[in-house]
């Protein structure tokens, strides 16, 4: 698929229109796959996912979805190793602006 590079995203719409599929594309990093399935409303796999990826993107997305669980505490240990404040806008607007940094 065109919509993926080496940090996972090329085009940024184009990944949002793959959540109209069954599945995530094929090459996206366990990151940008985090981000896929939560979307898809399945924070369990998304947080699998999550875990996957050791490193700065991982993190972010993994202080996400504990925003969104509602585990701020355990949130601001992961924006930290992201090195990114932590989020205050929507969730939607954070889950926007981590696709949007990876595309």
């Keep these: 698929m065109a919509a993926l590079h ?11 229109a793959s959540l ?7 090459g996206l990093s366990p990151g ?7 979307a898809r409303g399945d924070w369990k796999r998304a947080h699998e996912c999550a875990q996957e990826q050791d490193d700065r993107v991982g993190a972010w997305v993994h202080a ?6 509602g585990d701020l505490s355990n949130a601001g240990y992961w924006y930290k ?5 932590v989020a205050t806008g929507s969730l939607d ?7 949007r940094s990876l595309a």
């Design 6 to 16: 080496a940090t996972g995203i090329v085009s940024y719409d184009i990944f949002k």
């Design 20 to 26: 109209a599929q069954a599945s995530p594309p094929e």
């Design 32 to 38: 940008v796959q985090a981000l896929w399935w939560d």
């Design 64 to 69: 996400y979805l504990h925003r969104k669980e």
């Design 81 to 85: 190793k992201a090195r990114k404040p």
């Design 93 to 99: 607007q954070e889950w926007d602006a981590i696709a």
